[in-house]
């Protein structure tokens, strides 16, 4: 396929929101949206831009360098590709609304530039959704510390690139909405993904903070979170060599090792040699790109697209969506757990207040009682007690 990008020149004709009004944003699954995907080439993703185009919404695909050059990886985007520019009935209109931009997040300028196309192709954004890609399982080596650098400026610092690029336009609109498409993992920690789950957690809390900052210009920020495999399937996965501590015969704690190594040999085309040891060949790093059958992939990303198009460009959306059952039941015993935690040192949490106050004793006794929750909620009234009298 050659480059998907075209001369600004030659592109459709934008579509007109005008400016922002409340009926627009009452019925905005009934207008059409602009989406910006900072990386387009998941079967994820893949499957979103057809049911967004399908919808009528308009799409502008971000493609990494490095992604797009790979024909495995590519194969399902260049087929979507050729669908839009096909005659068939229910393919009609794609082509205008769809544009696909090389781009790779991790340079500035090229975020920029990616979004001022965006707007002059198709007049606005609505929807910025930074998707979160390569899952590595990662050991001490020079070569590997450059991985843990990566995975930061793959997971953290592009998709802040794209935030940053994109918010003078939002402000300018006066609406927009971003979606950052992480996993539970920003919830709960994996062993063997803790770089994975560091960059997921720093993107998290830049986001969670820059909520506060852009509400006043009516741009909105929504976090969610599907199950991991469904990051960890439809992207990159790293391998490195193993250190020795934790070998299955010395650690007894689960391996994502094992269990993604085991996945992928069961696909001829995506087998790995065997994982050897940091000791052994301390630079011998193995990358693939899962491959799944069509209908398996259907199966594990539908409920995670459907809810990023619900979700998308909603006048009030949720701050966080963990998608699926069994997420939403893994983050709630997560929390219950701090909570739990929390009510059991809620002594050693008071003992250093320098103010006392009748919100102080409820929070003692909410631990003694160890009412589930109530101790909770006196611990945050007594922590805004003590910022009143600090002000």
Request: glycine content about 8%; hydrophobic content about 35%.
């Amino acid at each position: 396929m050659a480059d998907v990008r075209k001369p600004p020149e030659a592109g459709p004709a934008r579509h007109s929101h005008g400016a922002p009004s409340a009926s627009f944003r009452a019925s905005t699954h009934n207008s059409p949206r602009t989406w910006f995907l900072t990386s387009s080439l998941s079967p994820l993703c893949i499957r979103l831009i057809r049911l967004l185009l399908a919808h009528g919404d308009y799409v502008v695909a971000c493609l990494p360098p490095t992604e797009i050059e790979n024909d495995d990886r590519s194969a399902e985007f260049r087929e979507l590709i050729n669908e839009c520019k096909s005659n068939r009935k229910d393919r009609e209109g794609w082509k205008d609304r769809i544009r696909g931009i090389r781009c790779d997040g991790r340079v500035m300028g090229q975020c920029g530039a990616a979004v001022a196309e965006a707007v002059q192709v198709f007049g606005r954004i609505d929807i910025l959704l930074s998707v979160v890609g390569t899952v590595e399982e990662l050991s001490t080596t020079p070569r590997t510390r450059n991985l843990v650098r990566d995975q930061f400026e793959t997971i953290f610092f592009s998709q802040v690139n794209f935030i940053k690029a994109a918010l003078p336009q939002f402000r300018a609109q006066h609406t927009g909405h971003i979606i950052i498409l992480t996993s539970i993992g920003g919830h709960i920690g994996t062993p063997g993904m803790s770089i994975y789950t560091a960059a997921t957690w720093a993107l998290e809390g830049y986001c969670d903070s820059l909520a506060y900052e852009i509400a006043p210009f009516n741009i909105k920020v929504t976090v969610v979170q599907p199950n991991k495999e469904i990051q960890s399937l439809t992207n990159k996965i790293v391998f490195a060599p193993q250190l020795p501590y934790y070998d299955s015969d010395v650690n007894p704690a689960p391996s994502v090792r094992e269990i993604y190594g085991n996945m992928l040999n069961t696909n001829p085309d995506t087998a790995i040699d065997h994982l050897v040891g940091a000791e052994e060949r301390p630079d011998d790093i193995q990358y693939r790109y899962p491959k799944l059958p069509a209908a398996a992939y259907d199966k594990l990303v539908m409920e995670t697209v459907h809810a990023l198009t619900a979700i998308g460009g909603h006048e009030n959306p949720p701050a966080r969506h963990i998608v699926g059952f069994d997420g939403a039941i893994a983050v709630k015993e997560k929390l219950k757990t701090v909570t739990e935690e929390l009510e059991d040192f809620v002594e050693a949490s008071v003992a250093v207040d320098i103010f006392d106050s009748e919100l102080k004793t409820e929070a003692r006794q909410g631990g003694n009682n160890n009412k589930e929750g109530e101790g909770l909620g006196q611990v945050r009234y007594m922590s805004e007690d003590v910022q009143m009298g600090m002000m």
